[in-house]
Every structure is written in C-alpha cells, then in structure tokens.
T-cell receptor, first 114, second 113 residues
Framework: SAVISQKPSRDICQRGTSLTIQCQVDSQVTMMFWYRQQPGQSLTLIATANQGSEATYESGFVIDKFPISRPNLTFSTLTVSNMSPEDSSIYLC???????????FGEGSRLTVL | AQSVSQHNHHVILSEAASLELGCNYSYGGTVNLFWYVQYPGQHLQLLLKYFSGDPLVKGIKGFEAEFIKSKFSFNLRKPSVQWSDTAEYFCAVSPSGTYKYIFGTGTRLKVLA
C-alpha cells in the first residue's frame, strides 16, 4: 500500500497567478501520476512523472501550463501556471506501487480560481 | 477512443435497499477493472478489482461486482445498503500491461437513514 499526502488541500487563487501542489509518498515508487477532476467529470490523467526524467503529458496538457518536478522516488510537485477560472478543479496525486495492481490516491487539492 | 460510462449520476436509496450501479467500457482488448469509492472528506480508495478468473468479484464492506465480457460491463452491487455507504463511486478500466486508468464520471450515492 501507499500513503500519500498532498499540500495544499485547498486554495483560492487569483487569475494569472501560479500554484504549486506538493505530493509526498511514504514509500519509494517508480511512477507518480497527476490527475484532474473537474466538477461533474471523471478523473483525467494530466501526466506521468518518473524520477530522473521529464514527465510524460497526456493529450491536451502541456508542460508550460503544468510543469512537474520529480526530484526523488517519494516526492513530486505539479504547478498550475497562469491560472484561469477554467483551471478550478481538484488535482489528485496518485501512485501504483510495484506489484500492487491498483492506484493509491492522495486527498486531492481543491483549487478555485477567481 | 477508450471510455467508461456510468449510467447513474445520482442515486438515492433507503437503508436496506439493494444497490446496483452500472458501468460499461469501450475497449477491444484485455482489461483490468476497478471500482473506487470516495467517502465524504476522504480520499479515493479501492473497493474491488478484477484481473482474471471468476467474473464475480467480492470487495470490502459487502460489495461485489460482476464482469460480463460480452456486454463490456462491470456492475457494482450490494444487497442491502447502509447509511455509511453514502459516497461517490467510480468505475475504472486499465488496459492490461499499461499504467493507464480510464475513469467513469462517478455516481453519487446517498443512503437515507
């Protein structure tokens, strides 16, 4: 299993600013995933973060908008840049420990952009 | 494109009623199937999963799900719900051999005491 902590749990931000979300895992994992959950919609994968390499982004998401860091095997950050109200969402950090066969999630970071 | 459909967005039941939440997916290959639950104020957690074998899978808290390959379905059931089952339920599919998970839009279940 894995226990994941995310910070902040929620924030209210002004349009045009940037916010960095932190994700800490209690064990070493190869891949970490960042999801977005917009109101009334399903979880959408933003990118996959591997330690020591650039993140892999899904269609519709770009590094300039969602830069990701993965400095070690237990930590990652996601930045939401130049925010607009459309970025208001819950952002979720997730991992699949080797052999687990399932995803573990953090509590999520609820972001509101005014 | 791969997708997961959950037909019921909101369900309201009285305690002791039976529950069935529908989940259908579109993908031609072999998949692993999941139901996740999110209780109020808590993080998403796994309810049950299916990889292979018996298509009737039992999970935590009395939940079960049945994989019907011919129907591309993985419906969640519970014979008698409790107030504590109030939560949001997500169906997810992961093509075998990949790390990709495709989630449905979720079903909000409210159980009345």
């Amino acid at each position: 299993s894995a226990v994941i902590s995310q910070k902040p749990s929620r924030d209210i931000c002004q349009r045009g600013t940037s916010l960095t979300i932190q994700c800490q895992v209690d064990s070493q994992v190869t891949m970490m995933f960042w999801y977005r959950q917009q109101p009334g919609q399903s979880l959408t994968l933003i990118a996959t973060a591997n330690q020591g390499s650039e993140a892999t982004y899904e269609s519709g998401f770009v590094i300039d908008k969602f830069p990701i860091s993965r400095p070690n095997l237990t930590f990652s950050t996601l930045t939401v840049s130049n925010m607009s109200p459309e970025d208001s969402s819950i952002y979720l950090c997730s991992v699949e420990p080797t052999g687990a066969g399932e995803l573990f999630f953090g509590e999520g970071s609820r972001l509101t952009v005014l | 494109a791969q997708s997961v459909s959950q037909h019921n967005h909101h369900v309201i039941l009285s305690e002791a009623a039976s529950l069935e939440l529908g989940c259908n997916y579109s993908y031609g290959g072999t998949v692993n199937l999941f139901w996740y639950v999110q209780y109020p104020g808590q993080h998403l957690q796994l309810l049950l999963k299916y990889f292979s074998g018996d298509p009737l899978v039992k999970g935590i808290k009395g939940f079960e799900a049945e994989f019907i390959k011919s129907k591309f379905s993985f419906n969640l059931r519970k014979p008698s719900v409790q107030w504590s089952d109030t939560a949001e339920y997500f169906c997810a599919v992961s093509p075998s051999g990949t790390y990709k998970y495709i989630f449905g839009t979720g079903t909000r279940l409210k159980v009345l005491a």
